[in-house]
């Protein structure tokens, strides 16, 4: 049982970065697919970006392609999203997420294990 900690969130301007960061204990997340999902008020929790386990392949949402990286180091046994051009639409809690699966899921229900979140409030 792997457990995840988000970190990085606050509250920024329109335009800025930041970089989140997830710390994983009790196993190695070599041994899992890793993902950021992101929740707003009143919205369901959507997926914002995937990484294999290698980190060779990475997903992006489309409204944040071109925007966002995702990176993982393993031998810090943590993945992080760089957040970059930020938007008021950006604001939400984000989450920090974990899969067995062997391929790069996208449905919410396919994943593992959570982390608590942290929250990002972009003002316009």
């Known amino acids: 049982q792997v457990q995840l900690v988000e970190s990085g969130g606050g509250l920024v301007q329109a335009g800025a970065s930041l970089r989140l960061s997830c710390a994983a204990s009790g196993r190695t997340i070599s041994s899992y697919i890793m993902g950021w999902f992101r929740q707003a008020p009143g919205k369901e929790r959507e997926l914002v970006s995937a990484?294999?386990?290698?980190?060779?392949?990475?997903y992006y949402a489309d409204s944040v392609r071109g925007r966002f990286t995702m990176s993982r180091d393993n031998a810090k046994n943590t993945v992080y999203l760089q957040m970059n051009s930020l938007k008021p639409e950006d604001t939400a809690v984000y989450y920090c997420?974990?899969?067995?699966?062997?391929?790069?899921?996208?449905?919410?229900?396919?994943?593992?294990?959570w982390g608590q979140g942290t929250q990002v409030t972009v003002s316009s």
């Open positions: 990484i294999t386990r290698s980190g060779a392949t990475t």
């Open positions: 997420t974990a899969t067995t699966r062997s391929f790069m899921p996208r449905d919410i229900s396919q994943y593992d294990y």
